[in-house]
């Protein structure tokens, strides 16, 4: 159903509200957008496909949700990077339990689409299964599709077969717009099924095109823009659009476009990637010139960042940019950066938060842009084997906050506060009176200071690059904190049982001030707190980190509700997991992660892992009596502080053991070397004209591979001629991205291998891209009179990205031209490259070497008449040889286990390997360049259970001997627990 316009603007509710999706637009716009005050209160439900209709309206605080306010606390995952749908759930259950509200998800037109007119969104490609995951785990969902994503992605995003059209792309070219609308047509069918407006899904808002900076102010650029706005509108997306600028420059703010009229339906957002060492910017309230938004671009809307640096993503290694693996991103920017950085976006009004990524993934087979290796890890907070990693613990604090207490959500600046050796940002809530205080530490060393409150001054220590939040006069249920020097973690009812968490550094104090009109009944229910009543204030210091939790219950006073304090340090308090069910909100502490909740009568149902051994606390609805965790019944009793907790613990995860490696299978081949291959089926390289940026050198034919056909990895060439007399030299140029190489042969004769050289720094390298020329003396060898063949193979890498705008995904991909001295033969050349794409794994799965296209790689392929063969191998050759085994692995049902292969040589031996498990292209490894070494092997293509085959392509050069080396399973984490897994289809052949 597509919306008309009169359809959107009455849908969206905005009448009622004043405000929201094509509010009232015209003279009186103003007026629809000015702040009020909104409903507070507990948390709304998480969302759900809920069958009734919402609005999504905005002013310059947050998001009104149903007119209440959300803080959008979301996290960035790509489906594309974890192929393997069961284990979406995994991540996003995951995302949820440590505090986010919302996922955001690039979709990769390049994955979807083999070829013009063809789309896939099955299998590993069903984003209906993703929207309708990230629906049943309570997750909004931000939807970014492009068409254009960059997001270190094969052409960033763009198809292959693009590269062979007409047309500019990311402009208003008619060519490109059609096969643009053919793409949204497409995502479109399905985002509409998921959509928050309708009860459908969580789908709640929606960006088109992604840093689009190269024809701003430009009549282009605006048409392009305006036409995605209405083809995305005219598919029927009534929530919120918007668009990512790259950096707070203003680009794309409302009315920059024209948007057919409407108006409020649009948002403005930026990014940011600071980096570490960098004073973290500010980009709204506190910014120069005093904001009055959340971005002072866009004053009316609430300050979005769509992306903000979680970690970064790493290059390949020996190099001057140097990839170091992605511990290093996971150090430089860790969980105090997190702190600092995101508390610094916070207090700039930023309300729309996503962190760029919270789950990094896997950029299988030749889906990475040439700028990162296969793992896409980022140093993110879960790691690329789905480990929680410590860098989650300000995120679960924050998110949960920022969804619990409603008084993060507006937010002015307040009065200048200073305070020795930090910068404070204060900030004050208006309807409730509440005070924030984020002091930052840019300094090297640890800081103690007097921070100066509304409440007295505040004795607070800031480690060294670090931040920390205070409040002061913050509702806790029924009662008032007078301040805190611990932050805030959750305040919510369960049951008739007011809790409050706050949180902090290990060995910190908290030093927390209740006020209590009347003397309160004080429990200290672990002998490290310490508590005294004083006029009316009620004090209590607790140590953080001694062994778990710190309780104190506070009754009687002014409510009879009890409140309970609840004190945790980063490693305890990343184990309290709030819950909501329709009976009542729970909260849950003990376990590494809590994935489900239900109530069954008096009967607690939980779901989640555990890792090490521990003790599980339930506080929720009056009339609990037991606990059944992950389908058992566990003993409990109740406690002083009205918990449900095990009398024994529940045990930690089992070891795993993995099998070792052994039984290799060895079979070389590169017949296309030789010179009496038969290439007839090879497709004539002999096109005169390309869309390609690359010219085609005078007089000679097309060689780009794209222009065949050939989109993804490897690509061979023969080239044939008779007239060799006086040749002394074949030059052969190359484009490929980084780390690509060239291999040559005459008349099946090595000629060598050319590897594409790393420009240094300062070189400037042609439309982001590598060309290089590879000459082989060969006078010696065409002595003979007659037929010769030049045999080429080129592992071209990928395409790449177009983040500026000028077609660079278009620069030619293999051979550009191949020149002889001495003499000018008539060669004719022939191209192969990747077969048909495979139908489940997809086009990006293969290129064209010689297994590939005979399916070496594949499970059901016979390699009984191979050669046995034992690793460490040490052998020279040029070409490719295939290694095959099988392993069995019998992981219990009930445990995660998280798997990955690690292949290690001698860093000198120049090869590399593709590496197939059950047919699937789980990457690159190039053993002389690095820095990767271990491959994730996600479960579901990983059989746990059963038979796996492996397969390994290893391209080898002349120069060195060459391996693999060393080649194991590696256990990368595991828990007990874990998320059903279903089998990742695995045809074979
Ligand atoms: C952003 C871009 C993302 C990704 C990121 C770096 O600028 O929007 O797609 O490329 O940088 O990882």
């Known amino acids: 159903m597509a919306l008309s316009r009169r359809t959107f603007s009455a849908l969206a509710g905005s009448a009622a509200l004043g405000f929201a999706l094509g509010g009232s637009g015209g003279p009186g716009a103003p007026s629809a957008y000015a702040a009020r005050s909104v409903p507070t209160g507990p948390a709304p439900a998480p969302p759900s496909a809920d069958g009734e209709r919402h609005t999504i309206g905005y002013d310059h605080y947050s998001l009104l949700v149903d007119g209440r306010r959300l803080v959008v606390w ?96 990311r402009t208003a070219d008619p060519t490109y717009l059609s096969h643009v609308d053919e793409w949204l047509t497409q995502v479109n069918r399905i985002a509409r099924r998921h959509l928050f407006t309708q009860g459908k899904g969580t789908i709640l808002l929606y960006q088109i095109e992604n840093e689009y900076d190269a024809h701003v102010g430009e009549p282009t650029g605006r048409d392009y823009m305006s036409h995605l706005y209405k083809k995305v509108r005219g598919d029927g997306i009534d929530v919120p659009l918007f668009h990512n600028d790259k950096g707070r420059n203003g680009h794309w703010v409302p009315d920059s476009f024209d948007t057919d009229g409407e108006k409020g339906g649009w948002l403005y957002g930026f990014d940011g990637y600071p980096s570490p060492s960098q004073t973290p910017p500010d980009w709204g309230t506190f910014g120069p010139g005093g904001a009055t938004g959340g971005s002072t671009a866009s004053p009316r809307t609430p300050g979005f960042m769509p992306e903000f640096g979680g970690g970064w993503f790493d290059p390949w290694g020996g190099s001057w940019f140097d990839g170091k693996g992605y511990a290093e991103s996971r150090r430089t920017r860790d969980a105090a950066y997190e702190r600092r950085f995101y508390l610094t976006n916070l207090a700039n009004g930023i309300t729309l938060h996503n962190v760029y990524m919270t789950f990094g993934g896997t950029s299988w087979g030749w889906l990475p842009a040439p700028v990162v290796y296969t793992s896409y890890d980022y140093g993110a907070a879960i790691d690329e084997g789905r480990n929680v990693t410590e860098k989650i613990a300000p995120m679960h604090q924050l998110g949960h906050l920022l969804q619990r207490v409603p008084d993060f959500a507006r937010l002015d600046r307040a009065a200048e506060v200073k305070a020795e050796g930090v910068k404070v940002y204060h900030l004050a809530n208006p309807d409730t009176g509440t005070q924030v205080y984020v002091a930052r530490n840019d300094g090297t060393e640890p800081v103690t200071t007097d921070l100066p409150t509304d409440a007295g001054n505040l004795r607070i220590t800031v480690p060294a690059h670090d931040a920390r939040m205070l409040t002061t006069g913050l509702p806790l249920g029924k009662r008032t904190l007078k301040y805190s020097t611990a932050q805030p973690m959750l305040c919510l009812t369960a049951g008739r049982q007011d809790i409050a968490v706050f949180a902090g550094r290990r060995d910190d104090m908290a030093d927390l001030v209740l006020k209590c009109p009347e003397e309160p009944f004080v429990t200290r229910l672990d002998p490290e707190a310490a508590w005294a009543f004083e006029g009316d204030e009620l004090h209590v210091n607790a140590p953080l980190g001694q062994g778990g939790l710190t309780r104190v219950l506070v009754a009687k006073g002014e409510s009879e509700i009890p409140l309970l304090l609840l004190f945790a340090d980063d490693a305890t308090a990343v184990r309290i997991f709030p819950y909501d069910t329709p009976s009542g909100t729970l909260l849950v502490y003990g376990p590494s992660l809590l994935r489900h909740a239900e109530l069954r009568g008096s009967e607690v149902h939980l779901t989640g892992d555990v ?32 918990s449900l907790m095990t009398t024994g613990m529940l045990p930690s995860v089992p070891e795993v053991v993995l099998p070792r490696l052994g039984r290799w299978r060895m079979r070389t081949e590169t017949p296309e070397a030789g010179p009496n291959f038969d290439d007839s089926s090879w497709k004539k390289a002999d096109k005169t004209s390309s869309y390609s940026v690359t010219p085609v050198p005078d007089g000679q034919p097309v060689l780009f591979a794209d222009d065949y056909g050939f989109h993804y990895g490897d690509v061979w060439y023969r080239g044939t001629f008779t007239d060799s007399s006086g040749i002394d030299e074949v030059s052969l140029a190359y484009t490929t991205g980084t780390q690509g190489l ?38 010696e060898k065409l002595r003979s009179p007659g037929r010769h063949v030049l045999s080429v193979l080129v592992r071209r890498m990928q395409h790449d990205q177009d983040g500026k705008g000028l077609d660079t995904h278009k620069v030619a991909r293999g051979l550009t031209a191949a020149l002889f001295k001495g003499a000018a033969p008539e060669v004719t050349w022939r191209i192969q490259g990747e077969a048909a794409p495979d139908p489940v794994r997809g086009p990006q799965n293969n290129g064209g070497l010689y297994g590939e296209r005979e399916g070496w790689h594949l499970p059901g392929f016979r390699d009984r008449d191979w050669k046995a063969v034992t690793f460490p191998r040490a052998e020279r050759r040029q070409g490719v040889t295939w290694y095959r085994t099988t392993f069995r692995l019998s992981v219990p049902a009930d445990i995660d286990a998280s798997i990955g292969l690690t292949l290690e040589d001698d860093p000198y031996r120049a090869y590399r390997a593709q590496i197939f498990l059950n047919g699937w292209n789980m990457g690159q490894y190039i053993n002389n360049v690095g820095p990767q070494h271990t491959f994730v092997l996600p479960n579901g293509i990983l059989r746990t259970r059963g038979t796996n085959t492996l397969a390994l392509a290893v391209l080898s050069e002349f120069t060195s001997q060459s391996g693999p080396g060393n080649v194991q399973l590696t256990l990368l984490g595991r828990a007990a627990g874990g998320t059903p897994v279903a089998p990742v289809p695995s045809p074979g052949r």
């Not at 009056?622 to 059944?628: C, K, N, T």
Request: glycine content about 12%; charged content about 15%.
């Open 611 to 642: 890792i090490g051994e521990t003790s599980l606390e339930v506080w929720g609805p009056r009339g609990i009596a037991s606990l059944v965790w992950n389908g058992r019944k566990v003993p409990t009793r109740v406690t002083l502080s009205g």
């Open 742 to 779: 060239l291999m040559a042969w005459l008349d099946g004769e090595p000629l060598g291998t050319h590897r594409m050289p790393v420009p240094d720094k300062n070189t400037t390298v042609r439309q982001g891209s590598w060309d290089a020329t590879a000459a082989f003396p060969v006078g």
């Open 74 to 169: 979301s996290g960035e995952m790509h489906p594309f990077r974890l192929p393997s749908p069961s284990l979406w759930r995994d991540v996003l259950q995951k995302m949820r339990a440590h505090g986010y509200n919302a996922v955001s998800i690039y979709v990769s037109w390049n994955y979807h689409s083999p070829a013009p007119g063809q789309y896939d969104f099955s299998g590993v490609r069903d984003l209906d299964l993703f929207l309708r995951t990230a629906a049943e785990t309570g997750l909004y969902v931000i939807l970014r599709p492009g068409p254009y994503i960059n997001a270190e992605i094969d052409g960033g995003g763009f198809p292959g077969w693009l590269t062979a059209t007409k047309g500019t792309a």
